[in-house]
C-alpha cells in the first residue's frame, strides 16, 4: 500500500467513487422522449421532462432490466423490491425542483469489482450500492454574453449510479477501477461508456488521515470527472492539497470541489451537502419497483462473457500473457478482431503483438476506435500468418503493413509485387556475406579480436543489401559460421 510522505510522517489516501452511467435505452426513464445523445437544444423533451404540472411520471421497464443486468454483471445483489424517492434541490437545469432518484433502497444492493494494479497485486473494491435516477439537464455559460441558457435534451435520461466503499488508495487504483467499470457495463451493453460526451462520469470522494488510524478523515468530493485522466490528474492534486493543509495544521472543508484541468488545480464550489439536506421522502407518484427471482435469473443468463472471463479464456485458448490478455479483454471489439485474425493463420500471440503494437498505435495516432480500423482482421491475420510462415520477416511485415493503410489489397498480393518473400536460397545470401568479409577486412579483423558487437553491424548491411528479405535467423547463422571460419 502507498502512503503520501508529509514532514511529519505518512498519509493514507482514502477515496470513495460515485460512478454515473447513462442508461442505454432509447427513449428516457420516466418518458417517451428521445435518450439519444445530441440534437437541437431542447429537441428531446416531453412535458414530464419540462416539469409541467400535473404530469405523472411512467417507469421505462427497460431501464429496470439494463440496472439488474448491470447489477449481475458487478457481482452485486439484486433486490427484489425497491423505491424511488424525490431528492430536492434547485438548479435551472432541474425544472422540477427535485431529482427523482433512490435512496433507502436501491434496486441493485452490495457487490465487488476486481482491479490489477500495475505491480501485479489484485484488490477488490466493494460496491455499497447502484441505483436508478434521472439525469438534470445542461446549464450553457458561453452561448450568449451575460446570459446562461438551458438545454434539457438530457433532463431525464436514465442514469445508473454506482457507489462504491471508500476502498481505493490511490490515483492508480481510481484510474483502473474506473477503467474495469466502464468495461463491465460496455460489455453488458447498459452504457457505451462514452466520456468525452458525459454518458459516463465520477464524483470522487477524497480524505486523508494518518497512517494506521482507522476513522476517516474530512472528505471534499470532485464532481463529474469525464476521463480517466482527469480522474487521476485530480486525486493527486487534491491528495497534496489536503496533505498540505493538515501539515499546517489547518482545516479540510467539506465541500464539493470542481478540477480544473486547464489550470490543473482543484477549486471550492459550494460546501457539500449532507443527505438531510436534500430532503429525501418516497416519490408519491411511483409504485414500489417488484422484480422476481424469474426475472433475475433470465437476465443473468443472458449475460455475455465478461472482461475477466475473457482475460481467462484468451489465456487458456491462445497462450496469450496477463498482459496481452488484460488489454484485449477490455473491449468486446478488441476480442472479436483478434479472434477474426486469428482465424486466417495467424498465430494467437504473433496476432496479439501486432495488435498492440502496429494496430493500436495507428488507431491512437488517428484517434479513431478498432471499429473503424483501415485494416480489417482478417488482413491482419492473413499479413501475421505470412510473418508465421517464414514467408516475409517481421521487418517487410510493417512495411506490407504501411502500404495495406492505403491500398485494399491482400497482404499476400504486395508481398508478391515488390518482390518481398523471404530469400530461400543460401548461396546467395552466403555470396553476400562473403563480398562484405572481403570489402570490410577491417571489420572481420575486430570481430575475430573480440569484439562481438561487430556481428550487428553485419547483420544490419546484410539486411540493407537483401532489402530486409533475408530471415534474420539464417543471416546471423551464415555470418557466425563465415566470421568464426
Known amino acids: 500500500m502507498s502512503f503520501l510522505r508529509g514532514e511529519e510522517g505518512d498519509w493514507e489516501v482514502v477515496v470513495g467513487m460515485e460512478i454515473h452511467a447513462q442508461v442505454l435505452t432509447r427513449s428516457k426513464l420516466f418518458s417517451g422522449s428521445d435518450a439519444s445523445f445530441g ?26 432490466k439494463q440496472a439488474i443486468r448491470a447489477g449481475l454483471a458487478l457481482g452485486a445483489e439484486i433486490n427484489g423490491r425497491s423505491l424511488f424517492a424525490r431528492k430536492h434541490y ?35 473494491i466493494r460496491i455499497e450500492r447502484a441505483h436508478l435516477e434521472q439525469d438534470a439537464g445542461k446549464s450553457l455559460h458561453d452561448q450568449k454574453p451575460g446570459a446562461s441558457l438551458i438545454d434539457l435534451n438530457r433532463s431525464g435520461v436514465a442514469l445508473l449510479e454506482i457507489v462504491s466503499f471508500p476502498d481505493l488508495r490511490s490515483a ?8 474495469k467499470v466502464r468495461s463491465i457495463l460496455r460489455a453488458v451493453g447498459v452504457c457505451d461508456g462514452n466520456m468525452a460526451e458525459g454518458s459516463l462520469r465520477a464524483d470522487v470522494n477524497l480524505s486523508l488521515r494518518r497512517r494506521g488510524e482507522e476513522a476517516l478523515g474530512t472528505r471534499t468530493e470532485m464532481k463529474n470527472l469525464n476521463s480517466v485522466k482527469f480522474i487521476r490528474q485530480a486525486v493527486e492534486l487534491e491528495s497534496r492539497r489536503q496533505l498540505e493543509l493538515l501539515e499546517r495544521g489547518e482545516e ?50 443472458l449475460l455475455p462473457e465478461l472482461p475477466d472471463e475473457r482475460r481467462a479464456r484468451l489465456m487458456s485458448e491462445y497462450g496469450l500473457g496477463r498482459y496481452e490478455a488484460v488489454v484485449l479483454s477490455e473491449e468486446s471489439e478488441f476480442v472479436n478482431y483478434f479472434e477474426e485474425a486469428v482465424g486466417e493463420g495467424g498465430s494467437g500471440k504473433l496476432v496479439a503483438n501486432w495488435m498492440l503494437s502496429e494496430l ?27 510473418i508465421g510462415e517464414g514467408v516475409i520477416s517481421g521487418k517487410v511485415g510493417k512495411q506490407v503493413f504501411a502500404k495495406m493503410l492505403d491500398e485494399d489489397t491482400l497482404p499476400s498480393a504486395i508481398v508478391k509485387r515488390e518482390g518481398w518473400e523471404v530469400m530461400s536460397d543460401v548461396s546467395v545470401l552466403e555470396d553476400i556475406v ?10 572481420v579483423a575486430s570481430y575475430r579480436g573480440g569484439k562481438e558487437k561487430v556481428l550487428g553491424w553485419f547483420v544490419g548491411q546484410v539486411m540493407k543489401e537483401t532489402r530486409g528479405t533475408a530471415s534474420p535467423e539464417e543471416v546471423n547463422r551464415v555470418l557466425k559460421e563465415k566470421l568464426q571460419g
Open 252 to 301: 479540510v472543508l467539506q465541500e464539493t470541489r470542481l478540477f480544473d484541468p486547464v489550470k490543473g488545480e482543484t477549486r471550492a464550489m459550494r460546501s457539500k451537502e449532507e443527505a438531510h439536506d436534500y430532503r429525501y421522502f418516497p416519490c408519491p407518484d411511483l409504485l414500489p419497483v417488484l422484480v422476481s427471482e424469474e426475472e433475475i435469473e433470465e437476465e443473468r443468463r
Open 172 to 179: 492508480e487504483e481510481c484510474g483502473l477501477y474506473m477503467s
Open 360 to 386: 493500436f498505435g495507428l488507431l491512437n495516432k488517428r484517434d479513431i476506435g478498432i471499429e473503424s480500423s483501415p485494416i480489417a482482421s482478417k488482413r491482419l491475420g492473413l499479413l501475421v500468418g505470412l
Open 434 to 443: 562473403e563480398k562484405l568479409m572481403s570489402d570490410h577486412s577491417d571489420q
Open 90 to 124: 434547485f438548479y435551472p437545469d432541474l425544472p422540477q425542483g427535485y431529482q427523482i432518484s433512490q435512496y433507502e433502497s436501491p434496486i441493485v444492493g452490495r457487490g465487488c469489482v476486481k482491479i490489477e494494479t500495475e505491480s501485479g497485486e489484485e484488490k477488490e
Open 39 to 64: 440534437g437541437s437544444p431542447n429537441g428531446h423533451v416531453s412535458l414530464v421532462d419540462a416539469g409541467m404540472p400535473g404530469m405523472l411520471p411512467v417507469l421505462n421497464a427497460a431501464c429496470v
